[in-house]
């Protein structure tokens, strides 16, 4: 029987898994219930449970036919955490908990692995270990990935190499994405804090301005990129708040900018807030007011292992044909706590096409398609039979 057959059997529980975890949303480190489900569900189809790491996080243990006995393993990852936004959906199935929705799929991710969890216990077609980890709080900035990693997820469990998935919509039904390298950017907040000397609008030269120098500010910055990093590197910088001033006749002491540096590899990165911390340096001394950069870092940029992409693919079209990869979706900007676990294990991040109808991820009338669970499924299924043949 292959692997499509068994899993097609699993397809009514599935949509039943996904839409119980859709209807019950919960965000970073509070996926208290969607950790018990996925527990119960994983003790149901006989697989060791390790739970506590990152908090809810948990790993699944499974030995294949040979008990184990081959050292070899791999780590297939989904996410299980949801938004702090209100749903627009009108779903039957919509979210019960306030404020909080699954509008990024990791409903559909975690129901895809336990898809391929009940599969791989079952036939344990492999030698060596999967190890299925559901990692918590990936939104947001709360690196779950990096909580499971503190907590032992590689020093505990032999895990070889990682592999994780996320759907993507735009992007037809039955393709892949699997980028061979780069995959997303490394993200950082960064928080300008201009102080001058404040005092009468009609008496400027008794003030140094910050209004005058965050505005030197924001058009100094706009060099950095354009004409200061190499055209062939990727960086964005965008700036998206400022805040100043409280009345009409009155120059403020203090303007503070916010923004975002995303990039595309370390080395870019260090260099972009170099000049960054260079410009606006230059910027504000013209009117005599101080600066100070504060770099809030994010999630580091995402980059596949190159040999594992390349397996990935293959493993993807032996299983939905030659032409199931797309080689036209271009890498994003966006960014994603995988990359902590790329950083310790090779490996590689793939996009599953979630396709042209969907709505885009992180909007209210986001919901996860269903028809990718089974194409999910199998993948995880073919690629752990096939990395642990
Ligand atoms: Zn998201
Ligand atoms: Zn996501």
């Not at 949801?82 to 991710?109: F, I, Q, R, V």
């Not at 997303?184 to 301005?209: C, L, R, W, Y």
């Not at 700036?239 to 590899?265: Q, W, Y």
Request: hydrophobic share 35%.
């Amino acid at each position: 029987m292959t692997i499509r057959k068994h899993i097609k059997d699993f397809i009514p529980e599935m949509n039943e898994w996904r839409h119980y975890i859709h209807e019950n949303p919960e965000i970073a480190y509070e996926e208290h219930n969607t950790s018990d489900f996925i527990a119960a569900k994983l003790t149901e189809f006989n697989i060791e449970v390790h739970r506590g790491l990152g908090g809810t996080g948990i790993v699944g243990v499974i030995h294949g036919k040979d008990n184990g006995a081959s050292k070899k393993s791999l780590g297939i990852r989904a996410d299980i955490d949801a938004l702090p936004m209100t749903e627009k959906t009108n779903l039957t199935y919509s979210s019960k908990n306030d404020g909080k929705m699954h509008a990024c799929g990791h409903d559909g991710h975690t129901t895809m692995l336990l898809g391929a969890a009940k599969y791989l216990s079952k036939t344990k077609n492999f030698l060596g270990t999967v190890y299925c980890i559901f990692q918590p709080a990936e939104e947001g900035g709360n690196a779950g990935a990096k909580s499971m990693i503190k907590d032992g997820l590689f020093s505990k469990f032999n895990i070889d190499s990682v592999w994780g998935i996320h759907n993507w919509p735009g992007v037809p039904v039955g393709q892949a994405v699997i980028h061979e390298g780069f995959a997303m950017a490394g993200g950082d907040i960064i928080v300008i804090t201009i102080e001058g000397k404040g005092g009468h609008a009609a008496q400027p030269q008794f003030s140094n301005d910050p209004i005058v120098s965050a505005g030197l500010t924001i058009t100094a910055l706009q060099s950095c990129i354009s004409r200061q990093l190499n055209p062939f590197d990727q960086s964005v910088l965008s700036l998206t708040k400022i805040e100043g001033g409280s009345a009409f006749n009155v120059i403020p002491d203090k303007v503070t900018i916010g923004g975002t540096l995303r990039s595309t590899n370390t080395d870019t990165r260090n260099d972009m807030l170099e000049k960054i911390k260079h410009a606006a340096q230059g910027a504000c001394a013209i009117n005599n007011c101080s600066v100070n950069i504060e770099v809030r870092p994010g999630y580091p940029s995402t980059i596949n292992d190159k040999k594992s992409a390349k397996f990935a693919s293959i493993v993807f079209e032996n299983s939905f044909g030659i032409n199931s990869i797309n080689k036209e979706e271009k890498p994003t900007m966006t960014s994603e706590d995988f990359s902590y676990m790329l950083h310790e294990k090779p490996g590689a991040y793939i996009w599953l096409g979630a396709g042209e109808k969907s709505e885009k991820l992180h909007s209210a009338h986001y919901d996860f398609n269903d028809e990718l669970l089974p194409i999910g499924a199998e993948y995880w299924a073919s690629l752990a039979e096939k990395t642990l043949e």
